[in-house]
């Protein structure tokens, strides 16, 4: 039963997504200190876990085996308490989140991080494209109707105040 799942949980369970570049990763970070909740980065866990079905040699990426992945992450869900960093949210089950954040870039400051990181031109464009018609935004609103929050991330002001906000909203569903 979904909504007894929900109720069951004593810690939230929150989703921190966005084109890769938005700063997720170190808001994760701070977040999972700040608040106690465990970070969980989907990425590293589909490494060290072995969830890849194949390799993408255009992208030079490995693809994802979701299922797997799904299957590895359900009991640690179950807990409650995570912090779930992924640059794509369609495929986790929606009564897995309590809420979701998802961080925004401009397409300028974006850009300029992922060149630093040494993207291939064609993937960097990909990645500035997926900004700016914000397909992870509205993925998630599709997939997360109603818990779904937009949160520009262009600098250290802005990641001060996303870190505040949302560790509040943590704060704020506990006493609920
Ligand atoms: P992601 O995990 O979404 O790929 P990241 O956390 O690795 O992103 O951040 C990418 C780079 O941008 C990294 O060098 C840190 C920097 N960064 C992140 N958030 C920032 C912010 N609010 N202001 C300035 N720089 C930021």
């Known amino acids: 039963n ?3 799942a929900e109720q069951e949980r004593d810690r939230p369970n929150v989703l921190i997504t966005g084109t890769p570049g938005v700063g997720k990763t170190t808001i994760c970070q701070k977040l999972a200190n700040k608040t106690g909740l465990d970070w969980i980065d989907v990425g590293k866990l589909a490494k060290e876990k072995n969830c890849f079905e194949s390799y993408d040699d255009e992208y030079q990426c490995p693809v994802l085996d979701e299922d797997k ?39 300028t400051v974006l850009y300029d991080r992922l060149a630093t990181r040494g993207y291939a ?9 997926c900004e700016i018609f914000q397909v992870i935004l509205e993925e998630a609103h599709e997939s997360y109707p109603g818990i779904v929050h937009e949160l520009h991330n262009n600098t250290p002001e802005d990641m001060e105040k996303n870190l505040t906000e949302i560790s509040k909203w943590i704060e704020d569903w506990k006493k609920k």
């Open 2 to 4: 979904v909504i007894m």
């Open 69 to 107: 992945v799904l299957d590895e992450m359900e009991d640690i869900m179950d807990e409650g308490g995570k912090i779930v960093d992924y640059h794509g949210c369609d495929f986790f089950p929606e009564r897995w989140f309590d809420v979701v954040f998802v961080l925004r870039a401009d397409n």
């Open 121 to 129: 031109s064609k993937k960097l464009e990909e990645n500035i494209q």
